[in-house]
């Protein structure tokens, strides 16, 4: 579907906001955060009905009851089954759409409405079957919510393939990373990895991605809001990021994800829609050279994701890449996507045997591509910010390691309307750093 806007935006400006079409917390936090609000709270209280589920106060289980005076009745029956999680909000799903019109419009998005019908679902693509997965948790939908309200096979294949679809997980708190403001695990860096749970935005689902995005979206338990990262003109289409276009484990796997698991038959966006070698993203300098070095690279990306799980994190020989990119400039443009994604994986703190000048100069070249690309505010440069911020403090390059800082917190204020100060600086940058920074500018 195609959005288009009705006025302009700059950076930083909200262009949609939406609530959830239904939303559930993880199981580890019901007794951790508010049901209704989702932040952390320490004098919770109980539902009286189901003695399950917890709010902060009146006007929070006030808000929230509509939704949950569905399951309340039922929370009793719930225990940890396998796949809890999934359980719970399919078993939500169910008693919410209980007698209505799957048809029924329940979103709008500028001036389209989206209702439940309209998400797309892997089986009805013929992607995948879901009988197994299906399979998996009827039994225990049947314990939870009784199996007089459990729908039959297809139909329940059919809700289980457009929630794994188009669920957005959000974190715990107000914020996307542990903040300081509303975090559930307060300071504990590990709130940034923590998913908070999992909520439906009809409209914001059915956003297009694109390569090269102008806007991001960003969901929490209260909304998601889709905020512009870059100057969008009046009916410009709306596009945000599906998934990490560098920084992803699956590196070569980011167009096939894109395209095939989000069903969209190729990717709409201003650089895919060039003929492949002309675009940023897929330049080719030298035809001859090109396929094989793209090839090579692929492989070299790809490999830590093929191995099984619980291997030890295979390391990429330096040597090799460095080889490798020294061909990728015969051959590609300094801004192929393969070309960022090797001085990505070349430069990533987690292989530190370079030298930090080198690193910098690695990281520097590689946020000047992504720039050039993808404009100053794409959310995938916090990260080589915040570790120039911190290789530049290492050198004692105290002026450019504050630059990096602000840099680090414009971006995050144009992406989410907040600041993150210290949080997941772990690697980086303590808080106290960054707080002296930032006092030194003010
Ligand atoms: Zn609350
Ligand atoms: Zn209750
Ligand atoms: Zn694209």
Known sequence: MSFLTSKSYNPGDVIYEEKPFIRVLKRDLWDKICAGCCAKSTGLKKCSGCSVMKYCGKSCQKNDWPDHKLECPYLRNYT??????????IGKLILKLKGKDWKTAASRIFDVEVSFDDLLSQADHGLQNLSFEVLDITTSL??????????????LKELYGKVTNNSFE???????????????????HRAMTIKGGSA??????????SCVPNAVYHP????????????????????????????????????EYVTKFKFREKCYCSDCSQV???????????????????????????????????????????????????????????????RMQTLAKLYSPEQPEL???????????????MK??????????????????NINMQLGNEKEAREYCFKVSRLEYVNYGAFFHGEGWEDTLSENQFRHFMEKRS
């Open 80 to 89: 940890d089954f396998r796949n809890k999680d999934i359980v719970h909000m």
């Open 142 to 155: 049947e314990s939870y919510i009784g199996k007089e309200n459990v729908p039959d096979k297809e139909i």
């Open 170 to 188: 959000f974190y715990g708190g107000k914020y996307p990373f542990g903040n300081g403001f509303e975090n559930i695990f307060g300071k504990d």
């Open 200 to 209: 439906l935005f009809l409209g914001a689902s059915k956003l297009d991605h």
């Open 220 to 255: 929490t338990g209260a909304s998601i809001t889709v905020r512009a990262i870059r100057t969008i003109k009046k009916f410009e289409k709306v596009t945000v990021p599906y998934t990490n276009m560098i920084t992803n484990a699956d590196a070569p796997l980011v167009h």
């Open 276 to 338: 492949p070698g002309e675009s940023k993203l897929t330049k080719i300098l030298d035809a001859s050279k090109a396929f094989g070095v793209i090839l090579e690279t692929d492989m070299a990306l790809q490999l830590p994701s093929m191995l099984p799980i619980n291997y030890p994190n295979p390391i990429v020989d330096r040597e090799y890449l460095k080889h490798l990119l020294k061909r990728q400039d015969k051959a590609l443009g300094r801004t192929h996507l393969r």
């Open 355 to 369: 030298s930090k000048e080198e690193m910098r100069a690695g990281i520097v070249e590689l946020t000047e591509c």
């Open 372 to 389: 050039e690309v993808f404009g100053e505010y794409h959310p995938e440069l916090a990260l080589y910010y915040r570790s120039l911020a």
